[in-house]
């Protein structure tokens, strides 16, 4: 009877401690699985901010030797004539033996013009300069030397309440409407440029228009022409944002930005 009894406890004791094993097991190798996928996703995140940072940071290193080339092509063009100019006038005002002031004003007024155009050059290349002002102000300072020349007018307009955006973000983006300006002194032969700013609860809209020969668009954005194009809608990705670019031939281009403010 005892012996009876005894196995009758062995038979519930043995598979209690089977399945209390069983369970245990279960629990640890869930435990370990889960901490596996937590160490793995861990892992694949630091991966993609640190694949996001190189992009990130090769795309302000291609930006700012695109402006390096735009800005060294100004100078040339612009800063060099005006100093050439006045050495000419110099060697003029040399050789004449009268005093005359009105070629002397024009002299005083050329050198003028060129040391405000290196000024503006230094205040569009400096990320620092760029992060003490707000993107409209910084956006608003590249169009005034723009309009300077005297070739293109430039405007602004603002709709809803000015909202900042993350720091790296704004510079980016000043970056793309900096692009944006320079393909259209280099191949739009436009005489109007207009930015408009609209900014919305979640995302602020900038509009760059001007009224050049426009383009083909679907044709120009694939062609090798087109990289500059490929680059301002690839940069607008990169922070989250999107580009849409329509044009008509003779009609104009108008490029819109999507921008998150985070």
Do not use: W
């Not at 190798?29 to 596996?36: R, S």
């Not at 909202?163 to 191949?187: G, M």
């Not at 032969?189 to 001007?210: H, K, M, P, R, W």
């Amino acid at each position: 009877m005892q012996n009876d009894q005894d196995r009758e406890i062995l038979f519930v004791i043995i598979p209690s401690i089977i399945i209390f094993f069983a369970l245990s097991s279960a629990i640890v190798f869930f435990m370990l699985y889960f901490q596996k996928r937590k160490f793995q996703y861990v892992k694949e995140k630091n991966e993609r901010e640190k694949q996001f940072a190189e992009q990130l940071l090769q795309s302000r290193l291609e930006m700012q030797e695109q402006t390096f080339d735009s800005i060294s092509q100004e100078i040339h063009d612009n800063v060099g004539q005006l100093l050439s100019l006045a050495r000419l006038q110099l060697s003029i005002a040399e050789q004449s033996e009268m005093n005359d002031k009105g070629l002397l004003a024009d002299i005083k007024g050329n050198i003028g013009n060129a040391l405000t155009d290196l000024r503006d050059i230094a205040k569009s290349l400096s990320t620092s300069r760029i992060q003490q002002l707000t993107l409209i102000q910084a956006v608003e300072q590249e169009l005034q030397r723009i309009g300077r020349s005297g070739t293109i007018n430039c405007s602004v307009e603002v709709s809803g309440n000015e909202q900042a955006i993350a720091e790296q973000k704004k510079i980016i983006t000043f970056r793309i409407v900096q692009e944006s300006l320079q393909n259209i002194l280099k191949h739009a032969a436009a005489t109007n440029i207009a930015v408009g700013f609209e900014f919305l609860n979640e995302q602020l809209n900038i509009s760059i228009a001007d009224d050049g020969m426009g383009f083909s668009t679907d044709e120009n954005i694939k062609a090798e022409s087109g990289l500059g194009l490929q680059n301002i809608i690839k940069r607008s990705e990169l922070i989250m944002g999107k580009a849409t670019i329509s044009s008509t031939i003779n009609l104009g281009t108008k490029i819109i930005l999507t921008i998150p403010y985070v």
